[in-house]
Structures are given as C-alpha cells and as structure tokens.
C-alpha cells in the first residue's frame, strides 16, 4: 500500500470498494471531502481580513501597520500561492493521481500553517509569514484545482453538476465563518 493508496477491494459481489464504501456511501464521503476542501479554501481568503488591521497583529508585524501596500501584499500572496499550486498540477497533475495531489496538497498547507503561526516577531517575523502564506497558497492551489475534477470522476452523471455548483457554494459560506469569527475574536482582550 503506497503513499495515497487506501485499501481498495471488491466486495463479496465483486464491486469494487474504498475504505469499505461503494456506492451512495461512498460518493457522499468523496462529496464530505471535497466540500471541506472549498470551505477550507473560503476560509482561508476570508480570514486575513479581519486580522490584517487589528492592533495585535500591527504589533507582530509592525510593516503592516497602516501601510495598505503591506497590507495587500500579504494578502494576496496567498493567492499567488495559489496560482503557483494550480499551475504546478497542470504539470505533474496527472502523472501524481488525483487522490495522492489532494493529500500532498493538504500536507504542503500544513506546513505552511506551521511556518505562519511560529513567526516571532523581531525574528524576521514578516518574511516568514509571507512565505508561510505562499506556501499554504501553494497547497490550496494545488487542492482547488485537483477536487472538483476528482469529485466529478467520482460522482454519477445525474448529479456531477449539482455537486460542482454546491463546492462553490460552500466557499462562500467558508469566508462566512471566517468573518464570524473575526467579528467575535475582536471583541476579545489580550491580557
């Protein structure tokens, strides 16, 4: 059993099955997935929003302290990140397989998380976060362009469209909750 490779056999009547689904179970599961995948992906444009101005961040990273330019910047290099992971699955999509790009993609966010939230200020906190975002931006990229395809190989044809239309749906309601959440973290006092 290889890196991505789940355990995947016929059953009793000679249908094929994965992690002992077939069927209905198994297409709402992949749906499950690949839902979590654009709210992940919702949340993560959604969430600098709200902690882009606030007074604690401006403290960890003082360049962006009314400073739009930094401001947008570390913004949107999430989104060049992004970019970056689409385009690297446009070339080595097919030869890594739908399932194993969507568990590296997960994994390179991952790490990119990691590296973000270890960023201590005075320690070039900046540059570190910047590329902590590139790389989580890389990973959703690569997860973004990679999901709807395999959901759409997954799903029967009677519902393929619907599916599609309700991930992007759901990227929509991701930045919902981040704003949420930053509307109730800024009420919040650090002591």
Do not use: H
């Not at 992690?19 to 690949?34: D, F």
């Not at 994994?107 to 590139?134: E, H, S, W, Y």
């Not at 393929?160 to 959440?181: D, F, K, M, Q």
């Amino acid at each position: 059993m290889g890196f991505g490779n789940a355990p995947s056999r016929d059953n009793s009547q000679g249908v094929p099955t994965f992690l002992g689904l077939s069927g209905r179970p198994l297409s709402l599961l992949v749906s499950i997935v690949a839902t979590n995948g654009f709210l992940l992906f919702g949340y993560d444009q959604g969430v600098m929003s709200g902690i882009i101005s606030a007074p604690d961040f401006n403290n960890a990273f003082p360049e962006t302290r009314g400073d739009s330019t930094w401001q947008g910047f570390v913004t949107a290099i999430y989104e060049i990140g992004c970019l970056f992971g689409a385009i690297f699955q446009l070339g080595f999509g097919d030869t890594l397989g739908r399932r194993r790009a969507i568990i590296i993609g997960g994994v390179i966010m991952i790490l990119g998380v990691v590296i973000q939230v270890t960023a201590i200020p005075g320690n070039k906190a900046m540059a570190q976060f910047i590329i902590g975002r590139t790389i989580t931006g890389i990973g959703n990229g690569m997860n973004t362009s990679t999901i709807p395809t395999y959901q759409a190989e997954c799903s029967k044809t009677t519902n393929r469209g619907l599916l599609i239309c309700i991930e992007g749906s759901v990227i929509a309601i991701g930045t919902l909750i981040a704003y949420w959440i930053d509307f109730g973290a800024s009420y919040g006092k650090l002591k």
